[in-house]
């Protein structure tokens, strides 16, 4: 791309990078190509017919445009023939769950670019994490003509909130910078404990875990 669009997305990376809440909220993990999603998680796939799609029940999508296959620019992502989401240039959509709060989220990310910003929202629509193309698929994102059908940058990608934030996750907003933001397959879900801890271990983590709770209420209701 041009000079002056690429100082442009660089600034509007770095304002994201400090836009963010907290960086070690939770764990990004990518992989190349789409997965399976997780067992018991809600998905989100937006198939359906000219521009149309079901959500899950309380979910509501604003912004953005269904389609698919490939034009203006813009590329399915990978492999998929199925409707997905495209976000263009200048352009925002904002996924809510209606309120319903979840420990990580999946989604299909198609021709990463470094100007594709994707904002982890907690139940109340505040950022907790914001996540761009040159998180995972760096470097080489933004390769004109190139990215789009590379696995590279065509990543299945997992953000998982640690256990301790006290944080849920409800919702996702995308924004571009410039053509465009591709993505499809979006998954909700909750971890569970993978070991059973000690019972001394139990107790201050749940001394931690209340200290937390009274913690976050305090700040919600400051907020409220
Ligand atoms: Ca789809
Ligand atoms: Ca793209």
Redesign the pocket.
């Known amino acids: 791309m041009a000079g002056f669009a690429k100082m442009m997305a660089m600034a509007a990376v770095m304002a994201g990078t400090l836009g963010s809440t907290s960086a070690s909220a939770g764990t990004l993990t990518s992989v190349a190509g789409d997965q399976t999603p997780r067992e018991g998680s809600v998905l989100v ?3 359906g017919t000219n521009g149309r799609t079901s959500l899950p029940n309380g979910f509501s999508l604003s912004g953005g445009l269904l389609t698919t296959g490939s034009a203006k620019g813009w590329s399915q992502p990978l492999n ?1 023939t ?3 989401l495209m976000v263009n240039g200048g352009k925002t959509a904002v996924l809510k769950t209606g309120g319903k709060g979840f420990d990580g989220v999946s989604l299909y990310w198609g021709s990463a670019d470094s100007f594709n910003k994707l904002s982890i929202l907690d139940t109340t629509y505040r950022v907790i994490k914001t996540i761009t193309g040159l998180d995972f698929a760096a470097p080489g994102a933004d390769a004109w003509g190139s990215n789009y059908n590379d696995p590279k940058y065509n990543q299945y990608v997992t953000f998982t909130l640690d256990s301790l934030s006290g944080q849920k996750i409800g919702g996702l907003k995308f924004t571009s910078g410039s053509t465009a933001f591709e993505l ?2 979006v998954s909700f879900f909750n971890t569970s404990p993978t070991s059973v801890p000690e019972p001394a271990t139990l107790t201050l983590f749940g001394l931690g875990l209340g200290g937390l709770v009274a913690a976050s209420r305090r700040r919600r209701r400051t907020v409220a």
Request: net charge negative.
């Open positions: 796939d937006f198939n998929d199925t409707q997905y499809d397959n």
